[in-house]
């Protein structure tokens, strides 16, 4: 029977498969942690308060890529080129979504705007990447070889959708709740396609080295498409919401937990 864990399983069994999912998932970290960092270098002078909070979010997302290249170490493994079609954070950013690497790269201060749009973009694929790492927790929190880490890769994820949901609020009540509006629902809706787009490419590459059967693929294919139709008929919605997190100021508390022995 397919599920969640025994289709992971099978990628985690595998040093192939298990190659290709933690050099994804460490590119797709490390790219965040250069975003946030150049983000935090650029936040406009009436905002600077929250340089501090975007660069812990990137110092985070950069101890993610750490984790998952000694996750591969430990087994002797070595890093793989991403196939572009799965690259998820590169196909948000070819798609419009979030700030553009040009602008990012340029030593100019970014607007008011600009932080407003970089919080909502964060504030999306934050909660797909707690979802994500709430799933792999429920799982493997117990695993011996990737338990700390995913537990604490998750426990960082929920602190950065918290920290998206409280300044995401400042910011409406200082009258950008239009801007905010608008930004969350492009956002979702985009991501929503690219995340399928994403996920149709990883089980095509993870079914051709765990040799999958035509029928197997096929299933898998047609979940991924119901999650996608379910996500664009409504279930977006949950992306776009903006709730006062139980846990405040997530970001702008003790330094980061050292990194798991891995």
Known sequence: ??????????ILDNDDSFRLFCSIAASGESQG???????????????RELAPKIAR???????HG????????????????VPPETDYTM?????????????????????????????????????????????LTKHFAGHADIGRAVRMISADEDNHLAYCHEE?????????????????RECARAEIRIYRDVSLAVMDHMGR???????????LRAGIHGVHAYERLG??????????PQRRDALGGPEPAAEPAV
Do not use: C
């Not at 750490?66 to 080129?81: D, Q, S, T, Y």
């Not at 919080?119 to 790492?133: D, G, I, K, N, Y």
């Open 1 to 10: 029977m397919l599920s969640a864990r025994s289709l992971f399983q099978e």
């Open 33 to 47: 942690g250069w975003e946030n960092g150049r983000i935090a270098a650029l936040v406009p002078e009436s905002q």
């Open 57 to 63: 979010h990137g110092a985070d997302e950069d101890k």
């Open 66 to 81: 750490r984790i998952f290249h000694a996750l591969m170490r430990k087994r002797g493994l070595e890093p793989v080129p």
């Open 91 to 135: 196909l948000l950013e070819r798609g419009g979504i979030g700030l553009a690497h040009d602008k990012l790269r340029r030593d100019e201060p970014l607007t008011v705007r600009d932080v407003v749009t970089y919080l909502a973009h964060s504030r999306v694929t934050e909660q797909r990447a707690s979802e994500q790492m709430a799933l």
């Open 168 to 184: 995401l609020l400042r910011f409406a009540e200082a009258g950008h709740g239009a801007d905010i509006e608008r930004v969350l």
């Open 209 to 219: 080295i765990l040799g999958w059967s035509g029928a197997k693929a096929a299933v």
């Open 235 to 244: 279930g977006w919605r949950r992306m776009v919401r903006l709730v006062m």
